[in-house]
């Protein structure tokens, strides 16, 4: 027997990339391995919806997929149709992402089910003055908060609302290395940033910094895999500081690959910096995507990753621009590689889904 019906809503899903809709369609899996009852509505992201139709078939519950309009004011009106329709059969309406948000709180006016928040970090960080106060007032409307990590839940301070904070998890089954063959890397030590190249992700800070690093690890080698948004520009500022070949841009790449690049990683590097529209990081997943393999990370401090690694054992926490404490970061990682590969993986172990799971489920409770 089924338990409470969960309606997800959220403005990302699988096939296409994203860290809320990642975040989204493993909640909606967790929960589903949990006897709840899930429905999910979504957008479709590609042009003709027929890669959301082939990866919605394989899913252990419905997906409702909002059309592509040229005319975006047409995708808005769908949503909140889908949405008004598909909310009186739920026990529980779950909001993610920032149109969600609006949403669920604007059909909540009228019809009074548990509604529960998952913030992840730009939400709730615009420039905009409007902006902010709309998702705020939305915020409001919600029964629960949920915050993806400490410094997301300092973000909502002014609220004066309870926030829970729990992190983003990882489906560890994902992430063995049974029958991969080794590839050969470039580089000593090897260096390896995934997600989109982009001011938020920090590829950019790395490569600001590698002149220094080079003096003191000469074969050194920058690995940048995700999509290439920005990755011409900062390829052109490798180049003006003297060292575009000691950094490869790879783009996407498959999940087998990622993982043998991984293997062959010695520090994992997650520069995150606030992007000038307020897009911040808000825990970092990739970070314990590669601790599940044994690879350490070094973070920055003042956004999300601070929840992401442990800092001295399953990585280093610097400043994004401190280049000192870079170096003694890669130096501390590369002198007790072994003991860090080790913590690395039982701080991943902490975050699979399984274990995430319990922490949502005692909130529909």
């Known amino acids: 027997m089924k338990n409470k019906h969960i309606l997800i809503v959220t403005s990302e899903f699988p096939p296409q990339p994203g860290g809320i809709g990642n975040h989204a369609y493993h909640l909606a899996l967790s929960l589903c391995a949990a006897n709840y009852s899930v429905q999910v509505i979504a957008d479709q992201r590609s042009l003709t919806g027929a890669e959301e139709a082939v990866f919605d078939k394989t899913l252990p519950f419905t997906v409702v997929r909002i059309p592509r309009y040229q005319q975006r004011f047409k995708m808005y009106v769908k949503r909140i149709v889908a949405t008004n329709k598909s909310f009186s059969n739920a026990s529980h309406v779950i909001a993610t992402g920032k149109f969600s948000l609006w949403n669920v709180a604007f059909i909540r006016l009228f019809k009074r089910r548990k509604t529960l928040a998952v913030v992840h970090g730009t939400e709730v960080n615009f420039k905009s003055v409007s902006l902010k106060k709309s998702i705020d007032l939305s915020l409001k409307q919600m029964d629960t908060i949920v915050a993806v990590s400490t410094y997301t839940k300092s973000l909502m301070s002014h609220l004066k609302k309870d926030v829970v904070v729990i992190p983003n998890g990882i489906q560890l ?23 989109r190249v982009s001011s938020r992700k920090g590829q950019l800070q790395v490569i600001q910094q590698i002149p220094e690093l080079l003096k003191q690890f000469p074969e050194l080698q920058y690995h940048c895999i995700g999509i290439p948004t920005e990755a011409a520009d900062f390829l052109e500022k490798a180049k003006a500081l003297g060292v575009a070949s000691h950094i490869t841009f790879h783009g996407s790449v498959t999940d087998i690959v990622l993982k043998q690049m991984l293997l062959k990683t ?56 401190n280049t000192e404490a870079f170096k003694k970061g890669i130096e501390s990682i590369l002198q007790a590689k ?6 690395a993986k039982k701080w991943a172990k902490q975050h699979d889904w399984s274990t995430i799971i319990k922490r949502y489920i005692a909130l529909l409770s």
Do not use: Q, R, Y
């Open 173 to 195: 089954e994902n992430w063995t290395t049974e029958n991969l063959h080794e590839i050969i890397v470039k580089g000593n030590p090897v260096l390896t940033t995934v997600g």
């Open 266 to 321: 010695d520090v994992f590097v997650m520069l995150s910096t606030e992007s000038k529209t307020g897009d911040v990081e808000g825990f970092g997943i990739a970070i314990l995507e590669a601790n599940a393999l044994g690879i350490p990370a070094i973070g920055s401090v003042n956004c999300g990753i601070e929840d992401a690694i442990k800092p001295n054992v399953s990585g280093v926490l610097i400043d994004a621009e």
């Open 338 to 343: 072994e003991t860090f590969a080790v913590e």
